[in-house]
């Protein structure tokens, strides 16, 4: 009996692993700051240099001085294992989330001016979204009594 239960929970766990669904650039989800900053620098990198590592999925867009942006980005949602459990998973249905954005600037002659990239991880149920908060310096949370 304890045998099947735990084939049980690893097979709706498989399958719940499997049910991750991908929105944007995929290339996104095994990056690190650190391969961005290798594979782009600014003022050096050129334009086909981005698409050969990054591809051409990118939203174009215009800066407010008129210079060229694009923006790669990617969102995944994974379904909560807490969903399988009866009554409460349909209840509290939820996800895990994860928000990766790569905005590039180029100048005139394609050239990359500045970039940015932004990885964000926070949690979804029926109810709410929650992001969670940057933590403060400890100096701004020091009480003088």
């Known amino acids: 009996m304890k045998k099947k239960t735990i084939l049980l929970f690893c097979l709706a766990g498989a399958l719940i692993v499997g049910c991750t669904s991908y929105r944007g650039t995929r290339e996104l989800a095994e990056l690190t700051v650190y391969d961005v900053e290798q594979?782009?620098?600014d003022g050096k990198t050129h334009k086909h240099e981005v698409i050969a590592r990054f591809g051409t999925q990118y939203e174009l867009e215009e800066d407010f001085e008129g210079r060229?942006?694009?923006?790669?980005s990617l969102s995944t949602y994974k379904p909560k294992l807490?969903?399988?459990?009866?009554?409460y998973g349909e209840i509290n249905k939820g996800t895990?989330?994860?928000d990766y954005k790569l905005t590039i600037f180029f100048d005139e002659k394609g050239i990359v001016i500045?970039?940015?990239?932004?990885?964000k991880e926070y949690e979804s149920t029926r109810w709410h979204s929650y992001h969670p908060a940057p933590v403060a310096p400890s100096s701004t949370l020091e009480l003088d009594w």
Not at 68 to 72: A, D, I, L, Q, S
Not at 82 to 87: D, G, R, V, W
């Open 96 to 98: 895990d989330n994860k």
């Open 82 to 87: 807490t969903n399988l459990i009866p009554i």
């Open 39 to 41: 594979a782009i620098i």
């Open 114 to 119: 500045r970039h940015r990239f932004h990885q």
């Open 68 to 72: 060229e942006k694009w923006v790669y």
